[in-house]
């Protein structure tokens, strides 16, 4: 039966010649050790992927709603628009909260905080679970979290108590599954290929091969002459530098070199896998090998329509699932404003109002409030550059 077993796992082909085909062999020798978020982290592809989703998610106005009879209007006064705005709780302000649970999502499927709740059945603060410290259970057909605080303690929280967003779902509907498990592979290729390179220029330029002697050396000869090379022509202090072969050495090279593999090709490779994993335009993460002013444009109205339309969604109905009663849910809303992403912006921030006031459908005193500025004491149908009679612009 071991036999067998093992007949399975056996290599039937490797077409190699002497030596091997060393650009793929070396990655099948270097042990880049497991991915987990910290590792992946280190693939900078990655770490931009989670920070352009990140930030951007968290940098964006979110902003509790009341509707009323006309449309919609801040609601200002209720104690969750301060809690999503400014501060959700003492050590951290909105934007810091909602970038580490936004990054959690991102990187390990799920993120979670504990929802503090007034004497009035208001919410008054998320506290950050670490989510490698969340026990997830099914309880009676309901959700409930056992949290183990650093010091041992294990508290139990009810679903209504916990904040939990996710990824998307993995087979039991429940917990999320981040992108870096659902294709763990590409980023282990990915650090593999890094470390090849690291490995490369650590050795400097030497190529991967043997040293001949015309007759059989002494194993002290053999260490000596080790030490001697390595000493002499290995690292990057020591790039370029001509070997002197004494006693009818040879040197011999069996390996393809980072030129022949083609070892920059497969980096950018990875950049533009790990960008498909996460959804996000190879523009947004810094690679323009293909990127003009057209399509880097349209790219980014991608990012807000296709990646980032998802993340915002989560949080906008996760906060009405989670931080809101039945009766409230009938009257405030919460919805993030993408305009802010516009807001570095001056030349297409003023198009953008300019369309809006022309149309119709933005007033001038609208869009006045969304640049902070008090309003106008003159009609809204006006334009600045065409006043009422009698009213000076």
């Known amino acids: ?4 077993i093992k007949g399975l796992f056996e290599r039937r082909s490797t077409n190699q010649a002497v030596g091997g085909d060393s650009y793929w062999t070396d990655f099948a020798a270097l042990r880049s050790g497991p991915v987990n978020p910290s590792t992946a982290q280190s693939i900078s592809a990655v770490y931009a992927c989670v920070q352009a989703i990140a930030e951007t998610t968290a940098s964006l106005p979110l902003i509790l709603y009341r509707r009323n009879g006309d449309g919609r209007e801040r609601a200002t006064d209720h104690p969750l628009y301060r809690v999503l705005r400014e501060a959700p709780n003492e050590q951290q302000t909105a934007l810091e909260f909602r970038e580490w649970m936004q990054a959690c999502v991102l990187l390990r499927g799920n993120a979670f905080a504990k929802i503090e709740v007034a004497w009035d059945g208001q919410v008054r603060g998320l506290v950050p679970l670490s989510p490698d410290r ?12 056992d949290y183990t605080t650093k010091d041992g303690t294990v508290t139990r929280l009810l679903a209504g108590e916990v904040l939990h967003l996710r990824h998307r779902a993995g087979d039991d509907g429940v917990m999320g599954v981040s992108p870096i498990t659902a294709a763990r592979e590409v980023v282990q290729l990915a650090m593999a290929e890094r470390d090849h390179g690291n490995a490369a220029f650590n050795n400097g330029t030497r190529l991967s091969g043997v040293l001949k002697a015309p007759g059989v050396l002494k194993p002290d000869q053999r260490q000596a002459l080790k030490t001697s090379w390595s000493s002499q022509y290995a690292g990057a202090a020591n790039a370029g530098k001509v070997p002197v072969l004494e006693a009818g050495m040879e040197y011999q090279a069996i390996s393809m070199t980072l030129e022949d593999a083609e070892w920059i090709a497969a980096r950018q490779f ?9 959804r996000v335009p190879p523009t947004v993460i810094g690679d323009l ?25 989560m949080w906008e109905q996760s906060i009405s699932h989670k ?8 009257i405030y809303f919460a919805e993030h404003s993408v305009e802010g992403l516009l807001r570095g912006d001056a030349v297409n921030r003023a198009d953008f109002y300019d369309k809006g006031i022309s149309a119709g459908w933005l007033t001038i005193d609208e869009a006045r409030k969304l640049e902070n500025l008090p309003a106008r004491q003159v009609s809204d149908k006006f334009k600045p550059s065409s006043p009422p009679p009698g009213v000076k612009p």
């Not at 039966?1 to 067998?4: A, G, N, S, T, V």
């Not at 990875?270 to 996460?278: G, N, T």
């Open 323 to 330: 931080l809101l009663t039945d009766a409230g849910r009938r």
């Open 1 to 4: 039966m071991m036999k067998r």
């Open 270 to 278: 990875s950049v533009e896998e790990i960008a498909r994993l996460f």
């Open 134 to 145: 969340v026990q997830v259970l099914d309880v009676a057909g309901k959700l409930a979290y």
């Open 289 to 313: 090998r293909h990127g003009n002013y057209s399509n880097s444009v349209e790219m980014a109205r991608q990012f807000v329509t296709l990646t980032l339309r998802r993340h915002l969604l």
